[in-house]
């Protein structure tokens, strides 16, 4: 018995020993291997495409991988866009006053020049140092309060100064007439304006050579006084009587489609992509015509199960059509911006229909249909222009 007993200590001893040197061996291993591979850049990229104006909107900033942004910014020109829209948001760069953290920016620009594509940066979204005190009451990402109108100022200013001759067109807040966008308070057109005035001043003291784009509206038919927002239209006009010309270098705009094709008449209550028109109609009237116009979300959803989408052959065929329309009938656009080139993972809801390509780099036929058209394919099908070599 004690002999037996004495075998199986030393057996169960010889287990613990053998389990000591592989978990030994294992951590060792951990410590000598390579990290993950760093995205490499390769030789300088241009960007070879027939439509100067094609551009995309990305989402690197919620990248954790490095080699997706750069995946991401290959898979753009691949397309034939030169320029993306990205979202730089204030809260993730400056989570503490005065703690500026651009690393994630840094990395951006690096793959964006290294594939030879322009940055359109979008600043916004309050880190909670600028907002009002959460032990007073709740606040969102999206309330600003006046007195942290200097500091978002701030902000842009550094942002401006640091990416001089890199990213040289700020887009300021977004969708400002939607109460969500604004932390959830009453719209205010004059408030917008008084904020960009502001950043306005601020970002050119820093970068004379910066373009300051007035935030993008969402087309909405909420009227006056809805506490969910403003018509888009009206509050445009607004931001007019408040005195926009003087405190923007370009405009920006969000025509979505939804079910209607491009070519569909505008109208006061009617969401379509011509209602851009309406809008340049009211920079006509306050004398601001000569001022560049840059849409910098549109497109049409294809998901199955929304309300305003519209199958996938009709999402092809209406937006090769929107960039035929535009490149021929307004001659004040700059850009066409097609929300969104993929999302980094799933939303499994509405917002997947936008995607030109899934989470895990495949191509939609959207991408396809959108890449031909850059290479010189009309939506008639004919090669209208010599395909790029």
Same mark, same amino acid.
């Given at each position: 018995?004690? $002999?037996?007993?004495?075998?199986?200590?030393?057996?169960?001893?010889?287990?613990?020993?053998?389990? =000591?040197?592989?978990?030994?061996? =294992?951590?060792?291993?951990?410590?000598?291997?390579?990290?993950?591979?760093?995205?490499?850049?390769?030789?300088?990229?241009?960007?070879?495409?027939?439509?100067?104006?094609?551009?995309?909107?990305?989402?690197?900033?919620?990248?954790?991988?490095? *080699?997706?942004?750069?995946?991401?910014?290959?898979?753009?020109?691949?397309?034939?866009? +030169?320029?993306? =829209?990205?979202?730089?948001?204030?809260?993730?760069?400056?989570?503490?006053?005065?703690?500026?953290?651009?690393?994630?920016?840094?990395?951006? =620009?690096?793959?964006?020049?290294?594939?030879?594509?322009?940055?359109?940066?979008?600043? %916004?979204?309050?880190?909670?140092?600028?907002? +009002?005190?959460?032990?007073?009451?709740?606040?969102?990402?999206?309330?600003?309060?006046?007195?942290?109108?200097?500091?978002?100022?701030?902000?842009?200013?550094?942002? /401006?100064?640091?990416?001089?001759?890199?990213?040289?067109?700020?887009?300021?807040?977004?969708?400002?007439?939607?109460?969500?966008?604004?932390?959830?308070?009453?719209?205010?057109?004059?408030?917008?304006?008084?904020?960009?005035?502001?950043?306005?001043?601020? $970002?050119?003291?820093?970068?004379?050579?910066?373009?300051?784009?007035?935030?993008?509206?969402?087309?909405?038919?909420?009227? $006056?006084?809805?506490?969910?927002?403003?018509?888009?239209?009206?509050?445009?006009?607004?931001?007019?009587?408040?005195?926009?010309?003087?405190?923007?270098? /370009?405009?920006?705009?969000?025509?979505?489609?939804?079910?209607?094709?491009?070519?569909?008449?505008? %109208?006061?209550? /009617?969401?379509?992509?011509?209602?851009?028109?309406?809008?340049?109609?009211?920079?006509?009237?306050?004398?601001?015509?000569?001022?560049?116009?840059?849409?910098?979300?549109?497109? *049409?959803?294809?998901?199955?199960?929304?309300?305003?989408?519209?199958?996938?052959?009709?999402?092809? $065929?209406?937006?090769?059509?929107?960039?035929?329309?535009?490149?021929?009938?307004?001659? *004040?656009?700059?850009?066409?911006?097609?929300?969104?080139?993929?999302?980094?993972? +799933?939303?499994?809801?509405? +917002?997947?229909?936008?995607?030109?390509?899934?989470?895990?780099?495949?191509?939609?036929?959207?991408?396809?249909?959108?890449?031909?058209?850059?290479?010189?394919?009309?939506? %008639?099908?004919?090669?209208?222009?010599?395909?790029?070599?």
């Amino acid at each position: 018995m004690i $002999a037996s007993l004495a075998r199986a200590a030393w057996m169960v001893a010889g287990h613990w020993r053998w389990f =000591v040197r592989v978990g030994v061996a =294992v951590a060792l291993l951990q410590l000598i291997a390579p990290a993950p591979p760093r995205a490499v850049l390769e030789p300088p990229q241009t960007v070879q495409t027939q439509d100067a104006q094609l551009c995309v909107h990305t989402r690197l900033m919620e990248e954790v991988d490095e *080699w997706k942004i750069q995946r991401t910014l290959q898979i753009v020109r691949e397309m034939g866009a +030169p320029t993306i =829209v990205e979202f730089f948001p204030w809260a993730y760069i400056e989570p503490g006053e005065d703690d500026y953290h651009w690393a994630a920016v840094d990395r951006i =620009v690096r793959h964006a020049q290294n594939q030879g594509i322009r940055i359109i940066a979008r600043l %916004g979204l309050v880190p909670a140092w600028a907002r +009002p005190n959460e032990d007073e009451r709740p606040t969102t990402l999206n309330e600003l309060p006046v007195e942290s109108f200097p500091d978002f100022a701030e902000f842009v200013a550094r942002f /401006a100064e640091r990416y001089a001759g890199q990213i040289d067109h700020l887009i300021i807040w977004n969708e400002p007439n939607l109460s969500f966008e604004w932390g959830y308070r009453p719209v205010d057109p004059a408030a917008y304006i008084d904020l960009l005035r502001v950043v306005y001043e601020a $970002a050119h003291r820093a970068n004379p050579g910066v373009t300051i784009l007035s935030a993008p509206l969402a087309p909405t038919l909420e009227p $006056a006084g809805s506490p969910n927002g403003m018509s888009d239209l009206l509050y445009f006009e607004a931001m007019y009587e408040a005195g926009l010309a003087d405190v923007s270098d /370009a405009i920006a705009i969000h025509p979505y489609g939804f079910t209607s094709p491009p070519e569909a008449a505008p %109208g006061f209550d /009617a969401l379509n992509f011509r209602r851009a028109e309406l809008l340049h109609d009211i920079m006509l009237r306050y004398g601001d015509a000569d001022k560049p116009v840059y849409i910098t979300e549109t497109g *049409w959803n294809d998901h199955p199960r929304w309300a305003s989408a519209v199958t996938p052959s009709l999402r092809i $065929a209406y937006t090769l059509d929107a960039l035929d329309y535009t490149q021929r009938e307004w001659p *004040w656009l700059q850009s066409l911006c097609l929300w969104v080139m993929r999302f980094p993972a +799933p939303t499994n809801s509405y +917002p997947d229909g936008f995607t030109l390509v899934t989470p895990d780099f495949q191509p939609k036929p959207i991408y396809d249909a959108v890449q031909a058209y850059a290479r010189g394919w009309s939506p %008639g099908g004919a090669l209208w222009l010599s395909p790029p070599g």
